[in-house]
């Protein structure tokens, strides 16, 4: 099976070794996305930040032909689980009709203090 990685040109990737995103045959895998904008910067609420990682992950998977409906499973990864509600919400604006298997946890941090959410996306064309 022909295998792709998608790269963003992030400094970090060559660093840690990992792509954004990687296709093999019909699954795809998106790393742990954060809301950072396109000037590399990460603002906002928890709101906010869910919405711009989720945007950044359809723009990934539309670089290889695929879209949000092909999204099966997430995994959110927040600083402060009280914030799961704003969340949830924004996560809620792109998947409610698609509802993919998800968690959502808390951890003591992200790799930034102002990275309030990070999200993994797995996905599935066939």
């Known amino acids: 099976m022909e295998r792709k990685n998608l790269s963003t040109g992030s400094?970090?990737?060559?660093?840690?070794?990992?792509?954004?995103?990687?296709?093999v045959g019909?699954?795809?895998?998106?790393?742990?996305?954060?809301?950072s904008g396109s000037d590399g910067k990460v603002t906002g609420d928890a709101y906010a930040?869910?919405?711009?990682a989720l945007k950044n992950i359809e723009a990934a998977l539309k670089q290889v032909?695929?879209?949000?409906?092909?999204v099966v499973r997430t995994r959110i990864y927040c600083a402060d689980i009280?914030?799961?509600e704003a969340i949830g919400k924004a996560h809620g604006e792109f998947f409610a009709e698609i509802r993919p298997a998800t968690a959502m946890v808390e951890v003591s941090k992200l790799i930034a203090p102002e990275m309030?959410?990070?999200?993994?996306a797995d996905a599935f064309v066939s």
């Open 49 to 52: 930040q869910t919405k711009q």
């Open 65 to 70: 032909g695929c879209a949000m409906k092909h």
């Open 82 to 84: 009280s914030q799961w």
């Open 11 to 23: 400094k970090w990737e060559p660093i840690i070794g990992y792509s954004r995103l990687v296709k």
């Open 26 to 35: 019909p699954q795809v895998f998106v790393s742990g996305t954060t809301g």
């Open 116 to 120: 309030l959410v990070e999200i993994e």
